[in-house]
């Protein structure tokens, strides 16, 4: 075991972070938004919407990321209408595929959790709203929102610790983000072992500490669910 | 343009089925080491054993942590040297070389096992206890009672999990191909690169997976509801 390679190492591999934590902080926000949407096709009982929805489900949860990536970075570029059109200085980018790309997968993923926790919200709840006269807007910020929120919490917790990890693909798109800042330094010195390690625990931490935000938040949001003392 | 994905002289039809029935493999045998290594570490975990227990917690915490890239690139730069250290421990001198299937399905199947241990573990422990404490009742010994009592209710409890775990590991092979192994993706990569259509293959390469990942949900479903015939439903 070579310390000082690793010690080295570490600085180098940390600079990687700011690059993998903004990948998953705007394909996440993007992909709330998308997967809200999505979840709201499913549930909206239009049967073209609800097709659409379910499609895009099928076909992002049943192909690897990896090639969604390849699609978008290597793919898009082939057609000259995308090469002509505003978008192309974004879809040229790498850093933006990845994103995209991301955000796309996220999405689908997080549809299917939030439209299980807006089906978890007890239906008396939303009878009650609307006995005391809600709209339908107001019912849904008001009733369905918070509920559902605390009811999506851990689970989409999981999904945010997968796209950390999901994130390391970007580096097969030219990114040099933790995963690729790591593989790069491997081909310099071939000392595998020392890298994976301080690479993966840069990783756990990141993973770590996420999932004890997750739930200081939960925490947080269900007050009434403590033992009273 | 589609003549490209033919089985013609010109298309690319024969290698990409070739990579397709790679993928299958690696993802097969990977799934398979996954369970066998599953099984240990689930047997490690519910055991009194604290060493093997820290083991086994140390695996699930840190591969289930860390990106499956890195643990590819672990093993495939480092995979030889650690099958020679193996080697080296029992008398055997001399280079050690692993080919890109051994090591693909080395990495993606240590990926596997950390998720069929938690799915593995979560099964055994969903047996209720007055069973066992039944089976010891009736004098069977131990490996009589894994055998009767204890695998063939954690295969029912298990299996919609490992499912689950199926779709991963299939999906994880396409990382395989940063290892240059002719699975289906790494095709799709040549494919690309030589007739610069990349699109078309990088599209056919993901309706080769929607395809394996349906017939795989049907074939899990139909598996789950053999081994739950004997179940009454409430």
Not at chain 2, 100 to 123: D, H, K, N, P, Q
Request: net charge positive; glycine share 10%.
């Amino acid at each position: 075991m070579n310390w000082t390679l690793m010690w080295d190492a570490l600085p180098r591999l940390a600079a990687g972070v700011p690059v993998t934590v903004q990948l998953v902080l705007f394909a996440e926000l993007a992909g709330v938004a998308l997967a809200t949407g999505m979840a709201l096709m499913r549930l909206s009982g239009n049967p073209v919407a609800d097709w659409i929805a379910r499609s895009y489900v099928f076909v992002f949860r049943g192909t690897p990321l990896l090639v969604q990536i390849f699609l978008i970075y290597y793919g898009l570029g082939q057609f000259g209408g995308v090469r002509e059109s505003v978008l192309w200085p974004v879809l040229r980018e790498p850093y933006w595929c990845a994103i995209l790309a991301m955000t796309l997968n996220t999405a689908a993923y997080g549809s299917e959790i939030i439209r299980g926790a807006i089906q978890a919200v007890p239906h008396g709840q939303i009878e009650a709203a609307r006995a005391c006269g809600m709209g339908r807007f107001l019912l849904f910020r008001r009733i369905i929102v918070p509920i559902a929120v605390r009811q999506a919490l851990p689970a989409y917790g999981n999904e945010v610790i997968l796209m950390i990890k999901a994130s390391s693909l970007a580096s097969t798109i030219t990114l040099l983000e933790v995963t690729g800042i790591a593989r790069r330094i491997i081909a310099q010195t071939f000392a595998v072992f020392e890298i994976f390690i301080v690479a993966g625990a840069i990783y756990l931490v990141l993973n770590f500490a996420l999932a004890w935000a997750v739930r200081a938040t939960e925490r947080r949001l269900t007050p009434y669910a403590r033992a009273r003392v | 343009m589609l003549d490209l994905l033919s089985f013609g002289p010109q298309g690319w039809g024969w290698q990409i089925l070739g990579g397709a029935g790679m993928t299958v493999a690696v993802a097969v045998s990977a799934f398979a080491l996954g369970v066998v290594l599953g099984s240990l570490g689930a047997a490690a975990k519910l055991g009194e054993n604290l060493l093997l227990r820290g083991v086994a917690e140390v695996y699930t915490t840190v591969v289930r942590g860390v990106p499956e890239l890195l643990v590819i690139y672990l093993l495939f730069f480092g995979g030889n040297g650690m099958v020679g250290a193996v080697a080296r421990v029992f008398g055997h001198d001399g280079y050690v070389e692993l080919n890109a299937f051994s090591i693909g399905v080395m990495a993606v199947g240590l990926i596997s096992g950390s998720y069929s241990t938690e799915v593995i573990r979560g099964a055994v422990q969903s047996v209720p206890h007055g069973q066992i404490e039944a089976a010891r009742a009736c004098g069977m010994g131990r490996w009589l009672i894994l055998r009767r009592i204890l695998v063939p209710q954690t295969l029912r409890y298990a299996l919609p999990g490992l499912g689950n775990v199926w779709q991963l590991t299939l999906k994880d092979t396409s990382l395989v191909s940063v290892t240059a192994l002719a699975e289906v993706m790494r095709v799709a990569h040549l494919g690309a690169g030589s007739t610069r259509q990349p699109f078309m293959f990088y599209t056919a390469a993901a309706v080769i997976y929607l395809v394996l990942t349906t017939v795989s949900t049907a074939a899990f479903d139909r598996a789950e509801r053999h081994t739950m015939r004997g179940v009454r439903r409430a």
